[in-house]
Nanobody
Framework: QVQLVESGGGLVQSGGSLRLSCAASGRTFSTYTMGWFRQALGKDREFVASISRTGGRTYYEDSVKGRFTISRDNAKNTVYLQMNSLKPEDTAVYYC?????????????????WGQGTQVTVSS
């Protein structure tokens, strides 16, 4: 069992930056692929980014490429999402996820563990 706790969300102006963190419990963090999803009001959850177990491979949804960066620190059991050049359409609840079979997984059903989510609001 893995518990995921997100932090770092908040209100930011368009063009600003935020860094989300996700702390994971357990001693097997390095064996999990990790990722981030988001869900805007009235919309389905969508894939944002994922990272392989060692951090050597990363994947992004097209609309965030070049603006968001996912990274992980296996010594700290933490995964990060650095978000730059934020836009109002990035407003959503952001969820940390863990343990898909493949780091390329982009469907919510492929991830076994989910955090509670953190709200990100970008004002125009």
């Amino acid at each position: 069992q893995v518990q995921l706790v997100e932090s770092g969300g908040g209100l930011v102006q368009s063009g600003g930056s935020l860094r989300l963190s996700c702390a994971a419990s357990g001693r097997t963090f390095s064996t999990y692929t990790m990722g981030w999803f988001r869900q805007a009001l009235g919309k389905d959850r969508e894939f944002v980014a994922s990272i392989s177990r060692t951090g050597g491979r990363t994947y992004y949804e097209d609309s965030v490429k070049g603006r968001f960066t996912i990274s992980r620190d296996n010594a700290k059991n933490t995964v990060y999402l650095q978000m730059n050049s934020l836009k109002p359409e990035d407003t959503a609840v952001y969820y940390c996820v863990a343990d898909s079979f493949l780091a390329t997984a982009k469907s919510p059903v492929e991830y076994k563990y989910w955090g509670q989510g953190t709200q990100v609001t970008v004002s125009s």
